[in-house]
């Protein structure tokens, strides 16, 4: 444990951040998996509809510093590729 007083409040400002990552994150691998099993069903409509929210979350996630902006726009691009095949 630090000892000195700004390496402590480091220490709970890192684990705060970390928290907030780590939850915007798992909002972000639950909206792409339910697009990924709306594919898998075969499921058109539901696809699509997942998909926009799951581009919302990843554009939050983005604006927020949580994944890069090449990472979203390639997260995206796959995930619309996969729907759009369905069509």
Known sequence: MA????AKKRIL??????????AIKSKVKTMVKKVETAILAGDQ?????????AIAELEKACSKGVYH???VARKVSRLAK???KLA
Not at 13 to 22: C, S, Y
Request: hydrophobic content about 40%; charged content about 30%.
């Open 69 to 71: 902006k090449n990472t």
């Open 45 to 53: 409509v539901a696809a699509k509809a997942n998909l926009n929210a």
């Open 3 to 6: 000892n000195i007083k700004s």
């Open 13 to 22: 400002v890192n684990q705060k951040k970390a928290a907030r990552n780590k």
């Open 82 to 84: 996969k729907v759009n």
